[in-house]
């Protein structure tokens, strides 16, 4: 049975001090007055020497691109915690800025390594992968967002040995500032292929390109700290060097790449879900304990211990699933869409019941932002839209289990 190592127990307690003595005190910068989240990802980056081992991580990668070995997480024996206990930590405070550093760290430069060529890694995917650069992952389109492949209306018109992209990509996170973009567009090649079925290409952007409009952040319910933003390509011009792996029929495809980072971001929803989960309890205790009515605190009346009491069932699921899938990535197991979409649902779910129960304990308190838990509600309600929502991971838990 998976449990936190004595080393991982050491990493959660120096990430608390960096959360309560870094982060805690620029919160309400981050959070309500629209200051970008980039400068203290750093500095965690650098204190805890993240940065060093991006590094590290992405000669690793390089190399084996170099010799055409399989990735790390398919042969199994790298460690995903220190990743996963940062994100959980994060997430207790602030979920925003997790979604920020994940997509930048995870989907854009993740897209970057495995489909670019060296040459593509060494551009844009180290500085990804350090934070000195910001990036986004951008799918997503105003009409095509849970059928993001099929109805995708981008395209990439071939002309000579170069594209012309034009259309639009909504929703995209760290798009007001990303300074590298992953944009998936179809390819119009002329042969009157019907929409839905051309080819997905991948193409790397840089901030500033002609042709190329970032809007400013949106206004959200939640996930102040991660800016949101719209894509405007107009006639868009990009070289076969832009194209990841330089070719048009990358190993699996476009729309495989697009897929296998599915499934890792909704498994990886557990430890953020977790984390929200976890803060939520740990006030929601400290409150009931000391919250006086009928002169008793409000902890001794049962229909409060049954709130804290399902809030600690959801949170030993949901932690029970976030060390399954630790293991199965240690080991080099994969995981099917259908179980990542299974983790996702219950856990993004199990966030969002947890910190409303929450918000219900704090009574009048729990609706001013100074307690914090509104703050984690608004912020988790997303959970059940981006990554899939939760009804498309109903849809492919249900296509597998019917399958064959
Ligand atoms: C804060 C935030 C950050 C995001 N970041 C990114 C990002 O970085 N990059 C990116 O590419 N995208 C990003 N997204 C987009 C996100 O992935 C989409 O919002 C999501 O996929 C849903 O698409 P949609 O919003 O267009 O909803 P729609 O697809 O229009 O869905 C509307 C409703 O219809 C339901 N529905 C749709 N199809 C079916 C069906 N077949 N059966 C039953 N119900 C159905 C949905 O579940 C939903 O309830 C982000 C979104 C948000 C809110």
Known sequence: ???????????????????????????????????????????????FGLKEMAQ??????????????????????????????STLELCRVSP???????????????TINKLGTPAQMERWGKDLMTLDKVGAWAITEPD???????????????????????????WITNGPFADTIVLYAKLDDGSGEEQRNRK?????????????????????MGQKASPTGTLFMTDLRVGKDRL??????????????????????????????????????????????????WEKP???????????????????????MLFNYIERSQNGASMSMAEASAIKLYSARAACEVADEAIQIFGGNGYVSEYRVEQLSRDARVFRIYAGTDEMQIVAIARDLLKG
């Open 144 to 170: 095509s967002g849970s059928d993001a492949l099929g109805g995708m209306r981008t395209s990439a018109r071939r002309d000579g040995e170069e594209y012309i992209i034009n259309g639009s990509k909504t």
């Open 56 to 85: 590290e991580n992405f000669a690793r990668a390089l190399a084996r691109k170099v010799s055409g070995e399989e990735p790390a997480a398919r042969r199994g024996g790298s460690d995903p915690a220190a990743q996963i206990i």
């Open 1 to 47: 049975m998976y449990e936190w190592s004595e080393e991982h127990q050491a990493i959660i307690a120096v990430m608390r001090r960096f959360v309560d003595e870094e982060i805690r005190p620029h919160l309400d910068a981050i959070e309500h007055e629209g200051v970008p989240p980039y400068e203290i990802l750093r500095k965690m980056y650098s204190v």
């Open 96 to 110: 925003g800025m997790v979604t920020s550093l994940g997509v930048s760290t995870g989907l854009a430069a993740g």
């Open 200 to 220: 997905v290409l991948t193409f790397v952007l840089d901030a500033g390109m002609p042709g190329l409009e970032q809007s400013k952040p949106m206004r959200k």
């Open 244 to 293: 990841l792996g330089e070719t048009e029929d990358p190993q699996g495809g476009g729309r495989a790449s697009a897929k296998d980072n599915f499934v890792s971001e909704r498994a990886g929803m557990a430890a953020m879900a977790l984390g929200v989960i976890s803060e939520c309890l740990e006030l929601s205790i400290d409150y009931a304990k000391g919250r006086k009515l």
């Open 298 to 320: 409000i902890s001794e009346y049962q229909l409060i211990q049954q709130k804290l009491a399902y809030m600690e069932v959801a949170r030993v699921n949901v932690q029970n």
